[in-house]
C-alpha cells in the first residue's frame, strides 16, 4: 500500500515538475516589484538563465521595449533594443524618456525573440514597476520615444558561466568572474504562461484521492 501511495504521489510531483519546468524563460530579476526607476535618469534591467531549457542560446536575439500594462494589453512607451542577443549580454541600463508616459505603476520591460522558439513567438515581461518624474501621457504616445531607438542605451557583457536559480547575481554583481551564491532568493522573472501553475497545483490535488486510497 506504501508503494502505491508513494507511485502516486510521484506521479503527481512530476506532473507539477513537467508543467514548472515549460516556465524556463529569461529570468529577469530585475527591475522587480519594488523598483521605482525615474524619467530622465537611467533604469535598469538583469537578467539570467535558469538552466532549464529554453536557453538563452535558443532564445537568441530579442527586441527589448519598455510598455504599459492596462486591461491585459502592452502599450508600448519606449523602444529600447531591436536586436539584442540575451545569451551574450545580461545587463542592460537606458534611460527614461520622461515625456514618454506618466506616473504610474504597471510598466514592464518585454522581451520578444526576433525568431520563434520551438516552433512559436517568444515574449517575456520583467515584474511591474513604478516610473516617477514623467509627463507624458498614455492617450498621447511620443512617436520620438515608439519610432525611434533610446540613443541612450548601454549593453554589459554577460559575465562567465551560467546564472542559475541557485546563483543568482546581485545589483552589484561583476560583469566579469565565478558566479556567487546568493541566500534568501525571492525574485522570479514574471510570465504571461504562469497560468499553467495552477493547472499543475490542480492536478496534484487531484491525485491526492488516490493516494488516500492506496494507503
Known sequence: MFSKMFSTLFLATALVSTFVSVQATIFVFSPDKNTVCHGGQSCNVQWSDNGVAPSLASIGRCTVG???????QDQLIERIHDSLDVSQYN????VVNPAAGPNS???????????PVNGS??????HSFKLDKMNGSFA????AATSTLNPNAAITVMATGTW??????TSTAPTTGTPSPVSNINHSGASRSSTLYPIA????????PFARLAF
Do not use: C, R
Not at 545587463?91 to 537606458?94: A, E, K, R
Not at 505603476?105 to 526576433?114: D, E, N
Open 164 to 169: 542559475t536559480t541557485s546563483f543568482l547575481p
Open 121 to 126: 513567438q517568444f515574449n517575456q515581461w520583467s
Open 201 to 208: 497545483a490542480f492536478m496534484a490535488i487531484a491525485a491526492l
Open 140 to 143: 498621447s504616445p511620443l512617436p
Open 91 to 94: 545587463n542592460l541600463t537606458f
Open 105 to 115: 505603476g504597471g510598466y514592464v520591460v518585454k522581451f520578444t525573440a526576433l525568431n
Open 66 to 72: 519598455l510598455f504599459h500594462e492596462a486591461n491585459g
